[in-house]
């Protein structure tokens, strides 16, 4: 287990994810709302737990078949055009206080899985930096 990750810039951001997430979720829930906007929030949760899991155990240095990183940075642009359509659409139909509120999140939501798009893609640039300036004996 990474005991530094959660404390890290990259688990604080998964972490504060996760959250707005299951907020997001737990307000289309309550707000019975269309089950398409429960679904993304849902699903957004679970793969976002899942990442999180994966560097929280160092899964993805056991597993150095797939670029983990890359699949993050892919993962965090389509849910952020997901959020984009969902959520506009929570906002714009507001049937209800929960729908507005769970469309508001979505948008926070989707603010954070672009900062973490970034921030995955300065990480790749730094690791490819690194590898290249190193000296050679």
């Given at each position: ?54 560097y ?12 983990w ?5 892919f993962?965090?642009?389509i ?37 973490d ?12 930096a ?8």
């Open positions: 287990v990474d005991r530094a990750y959660p404390r890290s810039v990259w688990g604080m951001l998964k972490i504060s994810r996760t959250v707005v997430a299951v907020a997001a979720f737990l307000c289309f829930v309550a707000s019975n709302a269309h089950e398409a906007y429960a679904a993304l929030a849902g699903m957004e949760t679970v793969i976002t737990i899942l990442f999180l899991l994966l929280l155990l160092k899964l993805d240095v056991r597993m150095k078949r797939l670029l990183p890359l699949a993050d940075i993962n965090s642009v849910s952020a055009l997901f959020l984009l359509v969902v959520c506009l659409f929570a906002i714009i139909m507001r049937t209800n206080k929960g729908t507005l509120a769970g469309g508001v999140l979505g948008l926070i939501l989707l603010v954070l899985c672009i900062v798009a970034v921030f995955l893609c300065k990480k790749i640039n730094l690791d490819k690194r590898g290249r300036s190193a000296p050679t004996r």
